[in-house]
């Protein structure tokens, strides 16, 4: 959706020597997929919290099955940033914002945005976009993606997220998908949203809603260059007259609001200004009062407020539909206050409600760490490695239960790829050493080799964009 209102920024910097670059393939853009998906993890907080991540991805499956066949496995991933956007970028991947989600008013809205960039994905317009500019390196591109999708944000530690901005500001030319592009994904992606069963007019009005945030500066953070794209109230007006072509039962579709009320109140406690998310959420006590427990809750405990958290956390476990979730997070605030076996047990209960969710695993990971069961622990966090690979807080956990079960070279891997996903290439290369003189079995030394192949990648990528 940043196509929407973004005049992309391509650093000079990184323009190379002409000819370097023909015919986007499927494999080059599913390797430049790949280095994005790093960037992206690395750059942003990827948020871990699986209810979270699966909500949304259930929204995109709908959208995939009434899709043609992808060229490429269709990703999305929600990253904490409070602007209300979404992009798709190289091969299939589609970055959402916790700010999109917290600003839509129904999952049909949030449909609505993810079918325009789902539509973006499809027609491959990021390769049709790199064809037009064949002036540029792979590494330029990834450059440019960054330079474009990444701007002036990432996470909040703002010296180095700013590295992208300040080189843009460098010296920059505009890059977009054309408006051909944008007029062919809201086109295609509004037949998505239709056959998908979504209210047809939520797309439109999304897009109204996401231009009138960006007005009023909503979300915070929304760069400057963020301004609004000049052919996108004609798109509007489009949309809205193929709304009214459509017979009156189809414009009538709406989905259930079950998977998005509970995702956007996940996401705004969690992600949202506490105190204003407590506001929102004393106000919603009469329309759903267990909701309304479970993000004043979550919202409590982010202020400290221990006592109230509990109380509408215990409140919110009464109801079954969030039983789980708000046991988890009781289970969390305990945790974090030291009572680890009460917070155990809670946590226990939530497994089994969710037997699934990573994020309990987590939990319960560090709730056996810290009652010095560190084999169980270490199990626990398995499916969590896998699924957030690029967490420094994952891998040190890892670490610390790897040297408490006597491994000491696997210890130092884990070390190593949470300063590597930190950049702090020194002390990465010091646990990496460290490994490297411990290791003793072949596994060992075959662990250290994938480790060895990760921090080149990494590091490359980052070379490339320096
Ligand atoms: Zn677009």
């Known amino acids: 959706m940043r196509s929407l209102f973004a005049a992309l920024l391509i650093p000079l910097l990184w323009v190379a020597p002409a000819g370097a670059w023909g015919r986007v393939t ?11 998906q790093l960037l992206i993890e690395s750059r942003f907080a990827v948020v871990e919290d699986t209810v979270i991540q699966d909500a949304v991805q259930r929204i995109v499956d709908r959208l995939l099955s009434v899709m043609p066949p992808q060229p490429f496995p269709v990703q999305v991933r929600v990253v904490e940033h409070p ?9 299939g991947q589609i970055t959402v914002f916790t700010g999109l989600i917290a600003h839509m008013e129904s999952e049909d809205e949030l449909a609505g ?4 960039e789902l539509a973006h994905v499809s027609e491959r317009h990021v390769a049709q976009a790199i064809e037009r500019s064949q002036y540029l390196s792979v590494g330029a591109l990834i450059g440019m993606l960054a330079g474009a999708f990444l701007g002036a944000s990432g996470k909040a530690q703002t010296g180095e997220a700013l590295m992208m901005g300040s080189a843009a500001g460098a010296g920059a030319l505009a890059f977009q998908y054309s408006r051909d592009n944008e007029h062919a994904a809201d086109q295609l992606g509004f037949a998505f949203l239709v056959d998908a069963g979504f209210e047809p007019a939520a797309m439109p009005r999304a897009f109204g809603r996401m231009r009138r945030l960006q007005w009023l500066g ?14 996108l109230e004609e798109r509007m007006v489009a949309l809205e007259e193929r709304v009214a072509r459509l017979p009156q039962h189809i414009q009538r579709h709406k989905a259930d609001s079950k998977n998005f009320t509970l995702l956007q109140t ?19 006590e009469k329309a759903d009062s267990c909701l309304a427990a479970l993000g004043q809750g979550i919202a409590a405990a982010r202020l400290h407020q221990n006592a109230e958290a509990e109380a509408a956390l215990r409140s919110a476990m009464a109801c079954p539909g969030v ?13 974090s206050l030291g009572q680890t076996a009460q917070a155990r047990r809670l946590l226990q209960e939530a497994q089994s409600a969710m037997p ?20 169980l622990a270490l199990e626990l966090l398995q499916p969590a490695l896998k699924r957030f690979p690029r967490s420094p807080q994952l891998w040190q956990l890892a670490s610390r239960l790897e040297a408490a079960l006597g491994r000491e070279s696997a210890a130092h891997i884990a070390s190593a790829r949470a300063f590597a996903v930190m950049r702090r290439w020194e002390k990465a290369a010091w646990h990496r050493d460290r490994a490297a003189s411990l290791a003793r079995t072949p596994a060992e030394r075959e662990a ?5 192949a990760e921090l080149e990648d990494l590091h490359s990528l980052w070379r490339q964009l320096s």
Do not use: C, M
């Not at 250290?448 to 060895?452: A, E, H, Q, V």
């Open 218 to 231: 909503g979300g915070g953070g929304v760069p400057s260059y963020l301004s609004t794209h000049p052919a």
């Open 83 to 91: 602007s209300p956007n979404a992009f798709a970028s190289a091969g």
């Open 26 to 36: 499927v494999s080059d853009e599913a390797e430049l997929a790949r280095k994005f």
């Open 356 to 375: 699934q969710d990573v994020s309990t695993q987590v939990l319960l990971s560090q709730a056996h760490a810290d009652e010095g069961n560190a084999a």
């Open 113 to 116: 945005v993810l079918a325009h």
């Open 323 to 335: 039983r789980g979730i708000a046991a988890r997070e009781l289970g969390r605030l305990w945790l």
């Open 448 to 452: 250290l080799s994938r480790l060895d």
């Open 266 to 284: 996940l996401v705004r406690a969690q992600f949202g200004q506490p105190e204003t998310a407590q506001a929102v959420f004393r106000a919603k």
